[in-house]
């Protein structure tokens, strides 16, 4: 099984950026950990992160040629904002988990809505860096289940 994990703007400055808010865990500390969970239980997994929105969708896309099973993605401030991004992920139809650190929904109003949670299998948030975790947990079974 092979896995997709997404990161989007922002989150390439994990420990330094506001850690009271995302946690003191660099982005490559929470994929180390996570890739070991994955290896772990027999599961190959894929990462990007991008500032950049084109180039995300353009990694969701390929997902599909990659042999990709399914995606967990953090959007970042894509999240509120992208229905180009919200469209690619609908449009390679892949089993996905939406995770943020912060719990989105106790922060401020403009934060409240996803464009992507609609199209997610599902949405994790407000777990810091065990969200990852438990989205892995969440797709690999749903994978499993179809």
């Known amino acids: 099984m092979k896995i997709l994990i997404i990161n989007g703007p922002n989150l390439n400055l994990l420990g330094t950026r506001e850690p009271d808010v995302y946690g003191s865990e660099t982005l490559a500390q929470i994929m180390k950990s996570l890739s070991e969970e ?5 599961v190959v997994l894929d990462y990007f992160q991008s500032n950049t929105e084109g180039a995300l969708i353009d ?14 993605i953090n959007p970042g401030g894509y999240t509120h904002t992208s229905i180009a991004l919200r469209d690619a992920v609908s449009g390679v139809n892949l089993p996905t988990v939406e995770v943020h650190l912060s719990n989105i929904h106790a922060r401020e109003p ?11 299998i599902g949405q994790i948030s407000g777990f810091g860096a065990l969200g990852y975790s438990l989205a892995l947990r969440a797709l690999i079974k749903a994978i499993k289940e179809d």
């Open 59 to 72: 990694r969701i896309h390929q997902a599909m040629q990659d042999g990709c099973h399914g995606i967990i």
């Open 38 to 42: 994955a290896a772990a239980k027999g």
């Open 110 to 120: 403009f934060r409240h809505h996803s464009y992507i949670a609609p199209v997610a």
